[in-house]
């Protein structure tokens, strides 16, 4: 990209955020619709913004650190009069973006800081795509944090499960971390599920390596599944339907395929605000199969009552399954 292509996209972002900064910190929606449009149209545009916010941020906190006078303030200005209204703030942040912050961050100014962090709530579905051109696509109720340096590519499941699509790079393995497990990629697609300390790791193309701790590493191909915790590694091979089943999320289904109603139901309840509950014994070791929309439970309560005969109680965020009474 040519240097002035760079200083464009430096001044249309320092533009966004002396007009964010004289609306209070908050834009108002239509424009934040637009802001969000021009950050997706191209990642320079993302890490422009990023990197001049943060800079603005830090150096605000710095003078005040220092007893400085607080940041100026641009005056509003009739739409049109942009340049000529914010031309302090323009030029601050990018002075900042070229020279002062690298002397008080002790950044590189041609390696910006690619760490990022994501969060999905609960019956969310979000896809990102890093820098290096690895594509992640977060399930319901997940957290990780990414960072993409010129030296590494690495990611920290907090909790929740995703989806990696990775870019092939030899020379900068990608590194997962998921509690007290590790696992190390160069190109290749498959699914993390973290519950706590415990991971499960699924293969859709190429070759993962896993490493569990006090374990010696293992090494999973195409189909080849894996659960992990503190101590134990357990490496299986899955059906094609089993593969299929487990990536079902990524178009919004459950497929189960001969489960118990429990586990169907504690699949359920990681999406919905309304939970499954299944009252007894008996109606909890009645075994289902099929393709169901994770988000629709209540579909899926209405079929188990015409197709077994289950009763249904609604309470509140309750949905209760019960046995026919006798």
């Given amino acids: 990209m040519k240097n002035k292509e760079l200083n464009d996209i430096e001044a249309s972002a320092a533009d966004w955020i002396a007009e964010r900064d004289r609306q209070g910190g908050r834009l108002p929606a239509e424009r934040q619709t637009e802001l969000e449009a021009w950050l997706s149209a191209a990642t320079a545009h993302r890490v422009a913004f990023l990197r001049l916010d943060q800079a603005w941020q830090r150096a605000d906190r710095l003078r005040a650190l220092q007893g400085a006078a607080p940041a100026f303030t641009p005056p509003r200005a009739p739409r049109g009069w942009a340049w000529a209204a914010r031309p302090p703030l323009r030029h601050a942040a990018a002075g900042l973006g070229l020279a002062t912050l690298a002397l008080v961050l002790g950044l590189n100014l041609g ?48 909790r929740g499960e995703a989806f990696f699509d990775i870019a092939h790079d030899a020379k900068r393995p990608f590194v997962v971390h998921a509690g007290k497990q590790t696992v190390t990629v160069l190109g290749t697609k498959f699914s993390l599920y973290r519950d706590g300390d415990k991971l499960r790791v699924a293969v859709l193309e190429g070759r993962v390596q896993v490493q569990a701790e006090q374990n010696r590493p293992a090494v999973l191909t195409r189909a080849d599944t894996a659960l992990a915790d503190a101590g134990n590694l357990l490496l299986t091979k899955l059906s094609p339907q089993q593969l299929t089943a487990s990536l079902g999320w990524l178009q919004g289904k459950l497929v189960f395929n001969e489960v118990s109603l429990a586990e169907a139901a504690r699949q359920f309840n990681r999406y919905g605000r309304k939970q499954l509950v299944i009252k007894d014994d008996a109606a909890s070791r009645i075994v289902i199969g099929g393709v169901f929309d994770a988000a629709n439970v209540e579909a899926f309560a209405r079929l188990l009552h015409a197709g077994f005969g289950l009763q249904v109680q609604v309470q509140n965020e309750e949905i209760q399954i019960s046995s026919p009474a006798s």
């Fill in 111 to 158: 390696k910006p800081t690619q760490t990022q962090n994501y969060a999905t709530e609960r019956g969310q579905r979000e896809s990102v795509t890093l820098t290096d051109g690895s594509k992640l696509t977060l399930n319901t109720a997940t957290q990780l944090r990414t960072e993409v340096t010129p030296q590494a590519r690495q990611v920290w499941l907090e």
